[in-house]
């Protein structure tokens, strides 16, 4: 079992950055994969980021490479997300995940990230 919690959202301007932190409980925290998932109104959720147990292997999707950085301190059991020269296209609800790439086992309950033009 898994619990995560996310942190850090909030409104921004365009251009600013945010971090997100997502904070994880259970053993299994340093043999799972993690990513991180934005969902806008209207829109399905979709994947942002994710990196492996190790963090050595990290994925973006296209529209945030050279953005945003996904990072993980298994020490810790955290998870971040660095975002950086954000856009409007932005503004989602930012969820935190744990589980296989692309199926995630377990999910936070979000953070809202608002950027305005």
């Known amino acids: 079992q898994v619990q995560l919690v996310e942190s850090g959202g909030g409104l921004v301007q365009a251009g600013g950055s945010l971090r997100l932190t997502c904070a994880a409980s259970?053993?299994?925290?340093?043999?799972?994969?993690m990513g991180w998932f934005r969902q806008a109104p209207g829109k399905e959720r979709g994947e942002v980021a994710s990196i492996s147990s190790s963090g050595g292997i990290t994925t973006y999707t296209d529209s945030v490479k050279g953005r945003f950085t996904i990072s993980r301190d298994n020490a810790k059991n955290m998870v971040y997300l660095q975002m950086n020269s954000l856009k409007p296209e932005d503004t989602a609800v930012y969820y935190c995940?744990?589980?296989?790439?692309?199926?995630?086992?377990?999910w936070g309950q979000g953070t809202q990230v608002t950027v305005s033009s």
């Open positions: 259970g053993r299994t925290f340093s043999r799972s994969a």
């Open positions: 995940a744990a589980g296989p790439i692309g199926d995630p086992t377990y």
